[in-house]
Nanobody, 115 residues
């Protein structure tokens, strides 16, 4: 399995931006697709965005037009640029493989959108 370390979260005002980063412990080039997920207190983890090796992306409806996922296979990183953040985007964000997340999740990174 690949160890994943998320970073970049923080406190931001509504309408603000954050960029999340996911560092993998080994090459992710051979991994077909990676995804960003999030979980709010009391809720299940939900899929936010995915990116395939070739770069094809997909987004959940609730982030379309606001979030952008990208990957740098040479640096073994997956990024999530989040713009126009809303309070309902507050959650712990995780990256993992997709469509079948590996059992080992990272610690996630907390995003709080509040004025």
């Amino acid at each position: 399995q690949v160890q994943l370390v998320e970073s970049g979260g923080g406190l931001v005002q509504p309408g603000g931006s954050l960029r999340l980063s996911c560092a993998a412990s080994r090459s992710i080039f051979s991994i077909n697709a990676m995804g960003w997920y999030r979980r709010t207190p009391g809720n299940q983890r939900e899929l936010v965005a995915t990116i395939a090796t070739a770069g094809r992306t997909n987004y959940a409806e609730f982030v379309k037009g606001r979030f952008t996922i990208s990957r740098d296979n040479a640096k073994n990183t997956v990024l999530l640029q989040m713009n126009s953040l809303k309070p309902e985007d507050s959650a712990v964000y995780y990256c993992n493989t997709w469509p079948r997340p590996q059992d080992a999740w990272g610690q996630g990174t907390q995003v709080t959108v509040s004025s």
